[in-house]
């Protein structure tokens, strides 16, 4: 099994290319199933996580073919609309093919999903607005099976601001009878992305963005160009690598308003973050690190998926500091590992309390999950020592050649094959 090995305490510095989103291109891919006409995508991430997708749609009979950061999906004949166990398991977002499933073909067989193990994440949100479009929906042996002979537009209202839900009910109300209003939606840029690809393939969708969204129903979508968001992530990841290296990194790409919370918390902390005359964006670290709290939230708040880089950020910060995480219930799964490394972090439920120390020490650590991952690779950039990073499959599903781009900035990072 591969790992990654780091000789920490090295300056960052150089620029980055940030890389295409995964969770803006996996519903983009699954929204393909809508069209009778090829969709391409551009600006598309080498991930595992793309790459299963890939996968599970070839399984369905539909023609994946990606070239370089480009993807040409032609879903004009869908032979079987069934995702399997054996690759849903690997991966929650293969939840998204439901609603276009059960939208172009009638019906839907999908296994219930897996994926981190950083919560329970349940669908019922999605399945509760399918029945509300006119879906026939049965848990059977492990699996959704939904059916419908055409769905039917509905006022929608989600009890929380789940962002799969949301993708999930967008699409399959794209071609809907009818009028969908979504309340309570998410508000995350992904979402805004979805709606403009599926507006190119002529859907009517308005209100993406913010939390009431409306979607009126078209009898046919067809293919179209769309060029996927830059990784709002993998952006503050690297972000968070500046700062904790004390490092100026450039990054190419970057788009500040997709985060913003995240950026003013970077900001507090002591990060100089501003746009370069090119355009991108400027991230300066330095000493001391200030301490900051911080409460993970549905977008536009902080981001979940940066609370555990944040972490490391304030492992090395002067004073004390409180994460508070509200989005899932288990997302602290990295806390022992860094204790390994000598930061001083305890948790209290939903919070985890910081003391910020004056340095890192290198030890072998494992990863639980894809975020965890990369907060485990940036306490090694940062740790006095060697850092080995064992599991970093996690890392692969969502990072696009992350040593490699480290490696280009300055630090001392290798990938060891297992």
Sequence with gaps: MDKILIEGGRRLEGRVRVSGAKNATLPLMCAALLADTPVTLKNVPDLMDVRTTAKLLRTMGVGVAIEGDAAVIDAARIASPEAPYELVKTMRASILVLGPLVARCGRARVSLPGGCAIGERPINLHLKGLEALGAAIRLTGGYVEAEAKRLRGDRLYLDFPTVTGTENLMMAAALAEGRTTIKNAAREPEIEDLAALLNRMG????????????????????GAEHTVIPDRIEAGTFMVAAGVT?????????????????????REAGLEITRDPSGAVRVRGGRPIRSVDVKTLPHPGFPTDLQAQMMVLMALSRGLSVITETVFENRFMHVPELRRMGARIETQGSRAIIEGVAGLDGAPVMASDLRASAALVLAGLAARGTTEVNRIYHLDRGYERMEAKFAAVGAAIRRVRG
């Design 203 to 222: 859907a009517r969708i308005e209100g993406a963005g913010t939390d009431m969204i409306t979607i009126e129903g078209a009898s046919r979508l067809s």
């Design 246 to 266: 004390g490092g100026d990194l450039v990054l190419e790409g970057a788009r500040l308003d997709h985060l913003e919370a995240a950026v003013a918390k970077f």
